[in-house]
């Protein structure tokens, strides 16, 4: 009872900005203008956002450099970064085990969220080939038999429903198998692969990797970091080649595979007299359903009935990204932004599901009197309404949400403003499409690039992902970054919150080819292509695995995607998530660098082999920097050592040559 006193003598979390906190102009906070408007008037309307609390919460430096450990209560244990062998944990866990457990656990953790979302999609398709859930069908039938075949099964002369069965029960392997390695394994390269039969990393099972690190990275287990590092490159790689990538093919069998599609970004999407809803998070099925329930002519009637003139449907974050790519859908904006929606006002309901939703939206939503929906069991949010999304009946979820949303317009009391600024740009590059639309209808291949990288006028390529992170100004690393990249002819893939930022500054389209070098223009100019090609989100990282396996196969470029003159950044990284990310690129043979700060103290050993000794392994290697330019170069320098050990090198210098005596002949 004393405790229970104690406790509600507390004071209530903060909602309100606090005006004795640090203030920090907005346009140091943020590039994203839109973003910028709505800070100004969350700091008129005393809304405090995660930008404020950023400014007003210094990191934890000991965590920050991942120098101690709490995995036991004779801890927690603090080392000392600035001498980090000068003191061990109280079980004598030294500060390359502590890191590399704790390096372990986000990899963990980041990969189960990717590979839960993945079985929430191959559940659903369990049930929709077995006929008991009838709101979905399977979609892309083309699809189907591309992923079956893949993997071996047998489509000749078979029913489509036979397919997906078969396909099912293969891909349960993912995350059920206990020994073997996981089906999407056959899509690796064979050198890729032999390199990682010879580590033991081969993943088994995704349930199987996830819980064996948990247990390895418990006190007194592994400790032995080169050791914990196998085993947290096993599981984030049953994450890329397995949860994400099982994600992404359900995803597009049971919705449609996407190819370029032209669409808005930004806030400006959302509509002043309209019923404006959108959907924030990371599974499909809510996002795809929500879009039925808002088309639903009665829907639509009963806005205008309460003068609206219709209902705007808009995503953010990820499940944003995925629609948008898919059909169309305008994006709103990505993870810095989805508090700085709801301080427009004009949000009537946000609809969210799973991952990277901040609680803090609940409060925000509350001072402006929008409507917060949680929609997944494994989410709820003190202070959200929830409405459960089911998949028998997934109507009943996004109808309630349309019908309050329209209640909310009629009553909306908060002061509008809408800032004036749409983008629009091109969207939806599956690695189906990059195939066709480099090799040409009768025969898509991916040999046009592979050509186009060996003579030199595509430099490399890479792949610019990740969230954004108010430590850092939003946006602004993503697409300084970018800028560089394509200026040094070096084609860029995205996903996720990144893919949106590079849409805000206008790159996703084909006209942005100007601000690329000669060689990757010619590329663009001749296809019709931006220079920045955007894939969706972030589970879709694992089309980059795919079209890196792609070029391997189409020949020329050495034999594993470690040869590859490729790259990969997540400049403004934050959740645990990017981490799984990052090591499966790594495992998989690609330099991967990261932004904002490093879970890492300098001047260790399990620091160099992360940065230095994978790679010696034939596996990728890790790198930081924060400044976007010495990121670029970075970058660039391990794509022009890939392309020296190709022997391709002279090639490039030869381009350029001939771009630079065309240029003089013209004058
Ligand atoms: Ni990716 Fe998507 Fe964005 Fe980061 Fe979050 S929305 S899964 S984790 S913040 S890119
Ligand atoms: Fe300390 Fe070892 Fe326990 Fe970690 S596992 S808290 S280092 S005693």
Redesign the pocket.
């Known amino acids: 009872m004393a405790e229970d006193k104690k406790v509600e003598k507390k004071k209530a979390p903060v909602t309100k900005l606090d005006k004795a906190k640090k203030e920090v102009d907005p346009k140091d906070l943020t590039i994203c203008s839109a973003t910028e408007q709505m800070l100004r008037k969350a700091r008129r309307d005393g809304v405090e956002t995660a930008y404020d609390r950023a400014a007003d919460m210094k990191a934890c430096p000991i965590g920050a450099d991942s120098a101690c450990c709490k995995h036991c209560s004779m801890g927690p244990c603090r080392l000392n970064a600035k001498d980090p062998y000068s003191k061990v944990g109280i079980c004598g866990a030294t500060i390359d085990t502590i890191q590399a457990r704790n390096f372990g656990r986000m990899v963990a953790a980041g990969g189960a969220a990717h590979t839960d979302h993945g079985m929430s999609m191959l559940d659903l398709f369990r049930e929709v080939v077995k006929g008991d859930i009838k709101e979905y069908k399977i979609k892309d039938t083309v699809k189907l038999e591309q992923v079956a075949q893949s993997i071996g099964i047998e489509t000749e002369d078979r029913s489509v429903g036979e397919i997906a069965k078969d396909l099912y029960q293969e891909l349960e392997r993912t995350y059920t198998q206990v020994e073997g390695e996981i089906p999407f394994a056959k899509r690796v390269p064979e050198k890729t692969l032999e390199t990682w039969r010879k580590q033991g990393i081969v993943p088994r099972g995704a349930m199987r990797e996830i819980m064996e690190l948990m247990h390895r990275s418990h006190m007194g287990v592994d400790q032995d970091y080169k050791n914990i590092t196998k085993q947290l490159s096993r599981t984030a790689l049953s994450d890329g080649w397995g949860g994400s990538m099982v994600a992404t093919e359900i995803s597009d069998i049971l919705f449609g595979t996407p190819t370029p599609v032209q669409a808005d970004v930004n806030m400006g999407c959302l509509k002043e007299d309209m019923v404006n809803i959108i959907v924030h998070g ?1 599974e499909p099925n809510l996002f795809e359903t929500m879009l039925v329930s808002v088309n639903d002519p009665a829907m639509v009637e009963a806005a205008k009935e309460v003068g609206a003139k219709g209902i705007n449907l808009c995503g953010m ?2 499940s944003g990204a995925e629609m948008l790519s898919r059909h169309g859908i305008p994006h709103a904006g ?2 810095m932004s989805t508090e700085a929606v709801l301080v427009t006002g004009a949000v009537d309901a946000m609809a969210v599901d799973v ?2 939703i901040k609680q803090a939206l609940a409060p925000v939503a509350k001072c402006y009197g929008s409507y917060l929906f949680t929609t997944n069991p494994r989410c709820r949010i003190e202070g959200a309404q929830h409405i459960e999304f089911v998949e028998d009946e997934p109507r009943k979820c996004t109808d309630e949400v349309v019908v309050k949303a329209i209640a909310r317009y009629k009553n909306r009391n908060a002061q509008v403003e809408i800032p004036n600024i749409r983008n629009a740009g091109i969207h939806g590059f599956s690695h189906e499409y990059i195939e066709y639309m480099l090799g040409g209808t009768f025969r898509g291949s991916y040999w046009p690039l592979n050509d186009n990288i060996i003579n030199g006028r595509i430099r490399g390529v890479a792949g610019v ?4 992170n108010p430590r850092v100004k939003q946006d602004w690393v993503h697409v300084e970054l970018v800028k560089e990249l394509i200026k040094n002819d070096v084609l860029v893939l995205q996903t ?3 893919q949106i930022a590079l849409a805000k500054a206008g790159l996703l389209t084909p006209d942005a080819a100007y601000m690329a070098g000669s060689g990757l223009q010619e590329v663009c100019e001749t296809v019709g292509m931006p220079p920045v090609l955007g894939l969706g ?3 879709d990282n694992s089309r980059i695995l795919i079209a890196a396996s792609a070029v391997v196969k189409a020949g020329g470029l050495g034999e594993s995607i470690a040869d590859l003159p490729v790259a990969g950044a997540a400049p403004e ?3 645990e ?2 981490i799984s990310i990052g090591q499966y690129f790594v495992a998989s043979g690609v330099y991967t660098i990261f932004g904002v700060t490093f879970p890492l103290t300098e001047q260790t050993k399990f620091k160099e082999y992360l940065f230095q000794g994978l790679e010696d392994e034939n596996l990728g290697k890790w790198d930081f920097a924060v400044d976007p330019y010495e990121m670029a170069q970075k970058m660039i320098a391990h794509i022009d050592k890939k392309r020296s050990q190709l022997g391709i090198d002279k090639a490039r210098e030869r381009v350029l040559m001939s771009m630079d005596d065309r240029r003089t002949m013209e004058e």
Do not use: R
């Open positions: 990371h974050c990820c990505n993870f991952q990277c992902v990740g969230c954004t996720g919150c990144s989100s972030c589970v990284w934050m959740s998530k990017a």
